[in-house]
């Protein structure tokens, strides 16, 4: 029999999802550590989410989100804010920052932190830096009064800042992961469109787009 559904010329979900697979950040994970404004959590999931960030993770001591990824998923307060973001995104909790830390360094990942003005640790603006040389990629984003912990600070590669040229030197963190998340899932999208991940930069026989058609 013939299909008369009329054609509306949009796309479903899944040739959505199959169309941006190839432009997703593979091993990049972005962290949040001790969020305390949980509007602040979904807007960094929408920005993981349209940046094409592999993952979420949330050290989360007050225990403010379900355990599951499902039931995150499923906590429509989260869904409204990040307008449906949670939905499509993994997001994974933590009970401490070690925990964290540990989790990441047996799964290979390498950790930025994003702070200014750390003493003692090598610390770069945002377009000083190389995010294409780790394999496995880590960012870090601290709480909102207090900033990055020391534990992640001392376990981080290196520190990142955000160059700023007003009298207020800070951005909220809805803000600076939105700003951090670009630059980096820029470079890196860049860098596995010519070349495949493996033990040793691998130039590839055809590149990969790096931006979407536009319908």
Sequence with gaps: MEN??????????RERADEIKPFRCKNLVAVLEEPTDFRNIATVIRNVNAMGV????????????PDDW???????????????????TFVKRFDSTQDCLDHLRSNGYKSVATS???KGKASYYLDECDFTEMAKLAVW???EARGISEAAVEQSEFCVAIPMFGLVESLNLGTSSGIVLYEVTKQRRAYQSEYARSNRRRK????????????
């Design 70 to 88: 499902q039931d995150i998923r499923e906590r429509k307060s989260l869904s409204k804010v990040s307008v449906a973001a949670s939905k499509w």
């Design 141 to 143: 984003f601290g709480n």
């Design 4 to 13: 008369t559904e009329p054609n509306t010329g949009r796309k479903t979900l």
């Design 54 to 65: 592999e993952k979420v993770y949330v050290v989360d001591s007050r225990k403010s989100l």
């Design 116 to 118: 200014p003005h750390v």
């Design 204 to 215: 590839r026989s055809v590149p990969l787009p790096t931006t979407i058609p536009r319908d």
